[in-house]
């Protein structure tokens, strides 16, 4: 495993590329670690952790999370088995900035997957792709310019939620719900309801 995981990296960012297995991020030896390095930019896919201010300071433009789900609706845990559960035409994968609160940072980039006739593996594969591309656009970017793109302008209006470990109702609710999803298919939308810049690729 250790092999995979030191090996993998160089296969697509080839060489001279300096890597560091840390235990956490934002204290002892791993907040050490980024102050000696002082990075540009921090990028959190699927961390483990909370990153707190002291390690988000570290880095001089700041530090983006790739979220799978439509924020500032669904921030938490598990965004895709909510937007599911919620009856959702659309899911999403979500980039924002990261700050104190837990994904109520600024949305920089946002594209849709819909949910209808999918089951949730192909979803998640979907997302994880488009997650990939809106990430590599971001990070395109900000080489390019040396700051973030714009952000999404906040809608006051906008729901939002916090969600995290579903419930045993909740699990037996999204069964039922996922059964008849199979039973009466609908159609999904033929547009997702939000993305962000305008015009940002969909999965379809």
């Known amino acids: 495993m250790r092999r995979i995981l030191t090996e993998s990296p160089r296969r697509v960012f080839g060489d001279p590329v300096e890597f560091h297995t840390l235990g956490r991020i ?26 707190k201010p002291a390690a988000l300071q570290t880095a001089r433009l700041g530090a983006v999370n790739v979220h799978n789900g439509r924020l500032p609706a669904y921030r938490g845990l598990f ?25 109520t940072g ?45 952000a999404r302008p906040a809608d006051p209006a906008a729901s939002s939620g916090y969600y995290s470990w579903p419930t045993l109702r909740d699990l037996g609710a999204f ?15 033929a547009t997702a309801a939000e993305s962000w810049p305008a015009g940002m690729v969909h999965d379809q």
């Open 26 to 51: 934002s204290s002892g030896d791993g907040l050490h670690t980024l102050r000696r390095l002082g990075p540009d930019l921090l990028v959190s896919v699927g961390a483990p952790e909370i990153f």
């Open 79 to 103: 965004g895709t088995f909510w937007e599911a559960l919620a009856g959702e035409a659309w899911g999403y994968a979500s980039i924002h900035v990261m700050e104190s609160g837990i994904d």
């Open 106 to 150: 600024a949305v920089l980039a946002q594209g849709g997957v819909p949910l209808e006739g999918r089951s949730m593996l192909d979803v998640l594969t979907a997302k994880k792709e488009l997650g990939g591309r809106l990430l590599a656009w971001l990070v395109q970017h900000v080489a390019r310019e040396g700051r973030f793109p714009p």
């Open 175 to 189: 069964k039922v719900r996922s059964l008849r999803r199979v039973l009466h298919p609908a159609r999904p939308s």
